[in-house]
């Protein structure tokens, strides 16, 4: 097994303290803020927790497919980065850049059907 440097040690830390303390702002802001979620993942991580904890307006299957498919996106994206490796880099930039492009707008678009849950219109 390697040891791990001191900037590794340092760096692994501070991403566990980050991580620790965005799960800190997402509980608070969740209950605070009328169950708004500052972040996405670490949201529906809580939200399964608030599921399996028997909250009844809240599905264990609604959040664990969000995030199977981060994961599984995550992954897919990683696999696609080794394959281009360093001489794409800016094609690939540029690829996942337009394709989220597209995603937002499509995603708005289809918005724009539904009528507004609780409220008045936003715009």
């Known amino acids: 097994m390697e ?29 605070a803020m009328g169950h708004v979620f500052t972040a996405n993942m670490t949201g529906n991580i809580v939200f399964l927790g608030f599921a399996f904890g028997g909250q009844p307006e809240l599905s264990i299957s609604r959040s ?6 981060a994961l599984l996106g995550a992954f897919l994206a990683g696999r696609l980065d080794a394959c281009l ?6 094609l690939w930039f540029a690829a996942t850049l337009a394709v989220e492009t597209v995603l937002l707008v ?6 724009w059907h539904f009528a507004p849950l609780g409220g008045g219109a936003f715009l």
């Open 64 to 69: 664990a497919t969000a995030l199977g498919c």
């Open 106 to 111: 499509m995603a708005m678009m289809v918005s």
């Open 3 to 31: 040891m791990m440097t001191a900037s590794e040690r340092v760096l692994y830390g501070s991403l566990y303290c980050l991580t620790f303390v965005t799960g800190l702002v997402d509980a608070g802001s969740y209950i």
């Open 85 to 90: 490796g360093n001489r794409r880099r800016n």
